[in-house]
């Protein structure tokens, strides 16, 4: 039997922990292990956390200042690669879903065709739920796994990923100084340096969906996120995939395919004539739908990527 080492950053989420909490610890098939990180709550979440951890002997709180999720991620990869490197498998845990019993065991056995020691990752599809769990209707599309459609748009949601220990040290090695979300950094990585990726397209995780956390754009008129996307390029244009490629550049390069490597150098240089020049040539960047071509296509332009 396996043994998951689940990362759980909490912030003012006891509302829904204990469900969250309980739905882990009755993973089927794997040996569970959950590691808590509470981002500076302000509410009783630490309450509901130490009741845990003294019930439960697989349960282990630290706390730190409020750093935000992203970084709160990556200071519980830290922290398990220094005082938790011997586990088969890792996975991140948000505060407010639930998982179903085989969410693990799914990942676990899909990780099981990845060649031995390569940097595996697991990310999946999920069913979004309301409030009370009860279904949205969710459309799943599968998601071309590689570096240039990555660079297009984030395939990797971080509550269904689960990876290997190689991969963890891979990410651990860094600390890049500019990145938003912990997801996409690990997602990138693991394409980057030459990782196995594989996707589940059976939902494995109830997704719940409330005010602060709904995802592109959920419920929103065509007109509105249409407007969201237009700001997006010409108003914000806060670079955010150029800076995601130099701090790629900057920690892995020397770990990047020739390709690989010249690829994010367009992307980071998107400000120069030639680097726009050859991205909005490039059809995996540009994306497979009509709205996403056109949002990627004002940002190359406007040189805002």
């Known amino acids: 039997m396996k043994n998951v ?13 204990q ?20 981002d500076g709550s302000t509410d009783n979440t630490l ?17 730190g200042s409020n750093c935000r999720s992203a970084a709160s991620f990556m200071e519980l990869v ?14 991140f845990c948000d505060q407010d879903d639930v998982w179903c019993k085989d969410k693990l065991i799914s990942a676990v056995n899909k990780l099981s065709e990845s ?3 390569t940097p595996s990752l697991y990310i999946g599809a999920y069913q979004m739920v309301d409030l009370n769990l009860n279904k949205i209707e969710t459309h799943i599309t599968t998601p071309l796994l590689d570096v240039q459609s990555a660079i297009s748009s984030n395939a990797a949601t971080g509550c269904t990923m689960v990876f290997n220990r190689q991969l963890l040290s891979l990410v651990a090695a860094k600390k890049p100084t500019d990145f938003i979300m912990h997801d996409y950094w690990v997602y990138m990585v693991c394409l980057l340096c030459g990782g196995f990726v594989v996707y589940d397209s059976v939902p494995h995780i109830l997704y719940r969906q409330h005010g602060h956390n709904v995802i592109g754009g959920l419920g929103d008129s065509f007109f509105k996120r249409w407007i969201t996307r237009i700001n997006k390029v010409f ?3 806060d670079r955010y995939k150029s800076k995601l490629a130099s701090q790629l550049l900057s920690c892995y390069s020397d770990l ?21 020049f050859r991205l909005i040539c490039n059809k995996k960047l540009l994306g497979r739908t ?3 071509q056109m949002q990627m296509a004002g940002l190359i332009i406007t040189g805002k990527l």
Do not use: W
């Open 19 to 38: 469900e969250q909490i309980d739905s882990v610890l009755n993973q089927d098939g794997v040996k569970v292990v959950l590691l808590i990180r509470d």
């Open 256 to 276: 990047m395919s020739h390709d690989d490597k010249r690829f994010l150098e367009y992307v980071s240089t998107c400000s120069r004539f030639s680097s726009r």
């Open 78 to 91: 830290y922290e398990a690669n220094r005082t938790y490197p011997d586990f088969d498998y890792y996975a």
């Open 290 to 292: 009509f709205d996403k």
């Open 115 to 117: 060649p031995d020691d």
């Open 235 to 237: 108003c914000s244009g």
């Open 5 to 17: 080492l689940v990362l759980l950053s909490t912030y003012n989420g006891s509302r829904y922990l």
């Open 47 to 63: 309450e509901i956390l130490d009741r845990n951890s003294l019930n439960h002997d697989n349960i282990f709180v630290i706390t």
